[in-house]
């Protein structure tokens, strides 16, 4: 059996490791009924609850919240999510342990005495042979990001009107924290959906909650983080979707933005360039294709949820798929018989075109019949739906 090309072969483990991986097969399992024990306990308690009087179910609600979503309950979740950060349970679970004590947000006042106090992130390595994979990232460039993550939550700021400086400061700290805390997971788990949905959580979270300017600083700074995780991947759809993420909040009113319409044209052509040196030495890669492909559609707005850059003029958009159509051509020179140039070509041409509300002179129907004609000759099992296609652009074949 094969994936993607790799074989998949049987890995031979001597008696000691087999040992070794049942042990930790077992502390997981371990830990996983230890949570869901908590957490089932917290729903069971609720849902008694719900005969009892109004005063009766508040007070008791409370009690059961502050019970089980505890320090206890949360440092359960840290432990499961460093070994299996695909456990969404795991993440809601943590969110609520959060909510219900140091990110309560009613009234933006400091915690009650006796609320949960937030555990401080273990200091300790996270074994990489045990739950994470090697990165690229070396230990310096995680110390200063986490250095920059704490550095831009710890400032309560001078506006103080969403809460007491107390309690602001509080939930700098757990803001700080979690995203310190899911740095190595999201560096070892790239494209893990978990790992930057909870980030955008902890974002939002810090946006309620924390003064507009340390709220800014923290937004710029997953800039910075999105932007070297697409260096070392650009094909990350996530971290793609999550840069759209960023840029729309610093954009918006909330955190007093401005327009980076110019930065990130800059930043996506950047990208282009990277993926166009891929083509370049390797047109048979789909993949790559798939990611040029992508880019293009963020660039033209289609759909219009995915724009890169918001709200660039029609002309900057032609112009930037124009240049990428042109480079396309010059591919074609030395490559004749791989079916992506043809398509993309095809494709991207008509793009520009829907972009300028215009029709096709009779040069480019030309031009496009004969890449019809190749893109049937080197993909035969999809013949009909090229016919279709030309017919739909009223094109001989």
Known sequence: MSSHGVPRTERDRSPDQLKKD????DKYRALDSQLRAQVILTIFLASACITRTRSRLTSISHQTSKSQFDLATLELTTKLLRINPEYYTVWNTRRRCLISGLLKKQGRKSPQPGALEYPE????????SRSLQPTDFSEAELNQHRAAASQHTTAP???????????????????GDELIFTLPLLIAHPKCYWIWNYRMWTLEEATLLLPVESVKSIWQGELGLVSKMLNRDQRNYH????????????ESSRLDGQSMVESEFAYTTTMFSLVDG??????EDQSLWYYHQYLIFNVAEQPANLAIVPE????????????QVDFIKDLLEDYHDVKWIFEMLLEYTLLTYKLRNEPLGVEQSKELEGWVASIKR???QRFNRWQELAQKLKISD
């Open 22 to 25: 049942i042990e930790k097969i």
């Open 121 to 128: 992130i273990s200091k300790e390595p996270i074994d990489s």
């Open 157 to 175: 700021g001078r506006n103080q009107e969403r809460g007491s400086e107390e309690g602001t400061i509080q939930s700098s700290k757990v803001i």
């Open 239 to 250: 971290a793609w979707a999550y840069r759209r993420y960023v840029v729309s909040h610093l």
């Open 278 to 283: 891929g083509l370049n030495v390797g047109p």
């Open 312 to 323: 660039m003029v029609v002309d900057d958009r032609v112009k930037l798929i124009s240049r």
């Open 378 to 380: 080197l993909d035969p």
